[in-house]
């Protein structure tokens, strides 16, 4: 006979599984709709969005390093998505515009992940959403996942693959 313990346990695991699994399709919709991993296209729409988008605000604004964004964005501009542009008035500056082809991509974009929970969530009642943070956050420490580094974008694995060697 099952307990309703392990009832639970079951269905905690199975709920964290389909979250994983949500992720995954997600990243699998949105390479192939527009060939952009989830944290490309989070950089992409926050250039799209700024006019003085550089690298380091890029990085604070994801949650990551610095490297981590100058290779997101070396990739995004590889594929034309993205161009640096040096500022006017500070030499030592440059900027992360969109071209007109990244900003056509990111309206061939499927709705990010990560959007769709910033909607939903932003209907529950102040109580609802305190109670599913401290829930999160309380699963975050039993997979002793509290230290690790995490950006607002839904995806599984790294954002940026550690580089061999």
């Not at 313990?5 to 990243?27: G, K, P, Q, V």
């Not at 380091?56 to 070396?74: E, F, I, Y």
């Amino acid at each position: 006979m099952t307990t309703p313990l392990h009832d639970r346990t079951d269905e905690s695991l199975i709920a964290l599984r389909r979250i994983l699994r949500a992720t995954e399709l997600y990243a699998r919709d949105l390479a192939h709709a527009a060939g952009l991993t989830p944290a490309q296209l989070r950089v992409l729409q926050i250039v799209a969005a700024r006019d003085d988008a550089t690298p380091k605000a890029l990085a604070r604004q994801m949650g990551v390093s610095q490297a981590t964004v100058t290779a997101l964005v070396d990739k995004l501009v590889a594929r034309g998505l993205v161009e640096r542009v040096p500022s006017q008035t500070d030499r030592r500056q440059t900027y992360v515009v969109a071209t007109p082809q990244g900003r056509s991509r990111l309206q061939d974009a499927p709705d990010a992940l990560q959007q769709r929970y910033v909607r939903a969530f932003a209907k529950l009642a102040d109580w609802e959403q305190a109670q599913l943070v401290a829930s999160l956050e309380r699963v975050a420490d039993m997979l002793d996942a509290r230290d690790i580094d995490a950006a607002p974008v839904l995806t599984s694995g790294e954002i940026q693959p550690p580089r061999p060697g």
